[in-house]
């Protein structure tokens, strides 16, 4: 593939929370990098056949990059593609998607690893990596070869919505995980407390008739999870918390200085319990929505950089599992393509600066995987997000990319959207 003419981003508002630049001017991309940015480069001289695209009253962002989306391929591209995935993340301005280990087979091989890097870049249009299995077939007793599933390019390991109940294999995992610098990413939930629950567990589950999800369930483990990750001093990422008891667990491990980082998905931080009301299966996810108490502790917490990273947690589910009672619907909502949207809602009522929003899906994540985004800088790959802010739009899930519509934003009123996503310069998504 050829490379893409030079392009220069003229009059846009730049904003790079790795460099903390908040600043106007010309961004100009050549061969796949940021090469300059300054005011007015134009009048400086641009390199022959330089595309020109006025930014103004638009903001130029890192790239976000999703560290927890769950794709069919392989095994089961009905729900999701790789190629349907990128294209939904370019929407959304996402432009690095780290894909996690279940699928069919389960990632928990080298080759594995290897034909989902070689089938992404055939296929997809923005950035794909996988995180490895943490532990054979996702089953919580053996774990996974680490250094030889880091060394195909695995770029952390987890078991994905399944919790690792041993916590000698999981104390074994962080060990060995230390000796390779490798992330260990972990789903916080005692299933022995979970039991059957659907939903959060509290009046609101009573009134319903559901079974419920006690908080103690994230927040137990996840305390057991700390204690594990001091024993061994390895690299701990709690995969999505969602509730102000589990924040205080966090608070004191990293007052202690342990390598212990967590993410709250996009879902967490602007929805909660009472969406369920009216049994709307589309908002039946894993962990699932807490009160509004934690939700508004949440979004302190990313504002305070307490939560590092902030997840789509896209997981397609088809109308067959969805479209139940919603005691026996499946888990999951799709997010890539409204991650940011949904983000951008928080800024506007004041509750997270921009720039707080952007690091906890763009930079920071970079950072814990180790990854070459999340940034601006100059020589670093052009992978850029521009965003409309004033832009006020209607979500109308059939013109989704995702192959499937859970959505639970549809006919969400938003206002802020993607217009323009590059991906080493070349631009792969622009709104018309």
């Known amino acids: 593939m050829r490379e893409p003419r030079p392009t220069l981003l003229a009059n846009a508002r730049v904003l790079d929370p790795s460099s903390d630049m908040d600043g106007h001017g010309d961004l100009l991309i050549a061969d796949g990098v940021i090469k300059d940015f300054a005011a007015n480069l134009k009048s400086a001289g641009l390199p022959e056949g330089t595309e020109i695209v006025d930014c103004r009253g638009l903001i130029a962002v890192p790239g976000l990059v999703d560290m927890r989306a769950f794709i069919g391929e392989p095994g089961a591209e009905h729900r999701e593609t790789l190629a349907s995935a990128s294209q939904a993340a370019a929407a959304g301005g996402v432009t690095?998607?780290?894909?996690?280990?279940?699928?069919?087979?389960?990632?928990d091989?080298?080759?594995?690893?290897?034909?989902v890097m070689r089938r992404a870049r055939d296929t997809a249009i923005v950035n794909v990596h996988?995180?490895?299995?943490?532990?054979?077939?996702?089953?919580?007793?053996?774990?996974?070869?680490?250094?030889?599933?880091?060394?195909?390019?695995?770029?952390?390991?987890?078991?994905?919505?399944?919790?690792?109940?041993?916590?000698?294999?999981?104390?074994?995992?962080?060990?060995?995980?230390?000796?390779?610098d490798a992330l260990?990413?972990?789903?916080?939930?005692?299933?022995?407390?979970?039991?059957?629950?659907?939903?959060?567990?509290?009046?609101?589950?009573?009134?319903?008739?559901?079974?419920?999800?006690?908080?103690?369930?994230?927040?137990?483990?996840?305390?057991?999870?700390?204690?594990?990750?001091a024993i061994t001093r390895g690299r701990y990422h709690a995969a999505s918390l969602t509730c102000a008891e589990s924040l205080d667990v966090l608070r004191r491990a990293k007052e202690a200085g342990l390598s212990?980082?967590?993410?709250?998905?996009?879902?967490?931080?602007?929805?909660?319990?009472?969406?369920?009301?009216?049994?709307?299966?589309?908002?039946?996810?894993?962990p699932p929505l807490r009160a509004e108490d934690d939700r508004l502790a949440l979004v302190q917490a990313v504002a305070d950089g307490l939560i590092d990273v902030i997840v789509s947690d896209h997981d397609p589910q088809d109308v067959d599992v969805k479209r139940l009672p919603f005691s026996e619907a499946a888990f999951g909502a799709i997010g890539l393509e409204t991650m940011l949207a949904a983000g951008l809602r928080l800024v506007n009522d004041g509750s997270l600066s921009l720039m707080a929003l952007i690091r906890a899906m763009s930079t920071r994540p970079a950072?814990?995987?180790?990854?070459?985004?999340?940034?601006?800088?100059?020589?670093?790959?052009a992978d850029i997000a521009l965003i409309a802010p004033d832009e006020a739009w209607i979500l109308d899930a059939a013109n989704l990319k995702s192959r499937c519509r859970n959505t639970p934003f549809d006919e969400a009123q938003f206002e802020g959207r993607v217009v323009r996503t590059l991906v080493a310069g070349r631009t792969v998504y622009e709104y018309v």
Not at 138 to 157: D, H, K, Q, S, Y
Not at 162 to 168: D, I, L, R, W
Not at 260 to 283: K, M, P, Q, W
Not at 373 to 381: E, I, W
């Open 184 to 229: 260990i990413v972990h789903h916080t939930e005692d299933k022995s407390l979970a039991g059957e629950g659907v939903m959060n567990e509290g009046e609101l589950a009573s009134r319903l008739g559901l079974a419920g999800i006690p908080k103690a369930a994230e927040a137990i483990m996840f305390e057991r999870d700390v204690r594990l990750a």
């Open 367 to 381: 950072e814990l995987l180790g990854l070459p985004a999340g940034t601006l800088r100059l020589g670093q790959p």
């Open 130 to 180: 996988p995180m490895a299995a943490l532990t054979k077939r996702l089953e919580g007793r053996e774990m996974t070869e680490i250094g030889l599933l880091r060394a195909a390019g695995a770029v952390a390991f987890t078991d994905g919505t399944h919790s690792v109940g041993s916590a000698q294999v999981l104390r074994r995992a962080l060990t060995y995980g230390r000796d390779f």
């Open 109 to 115: 091989e080298p080759a594995i690893v290897d034909f």
């Open 260 to 286: 212990v980082t967590a993410s709250a998905s996009i879902n967490h931080l602007t929805l909660n319990e009472r969406d369920v009301v009216g049994y709307r299966t589309f908002f039946k996810l894993t």
């Open 96 to 107: 690095t998607i780290i894909c996690q280990p279940e699928t069919d087979p389960i990632i």
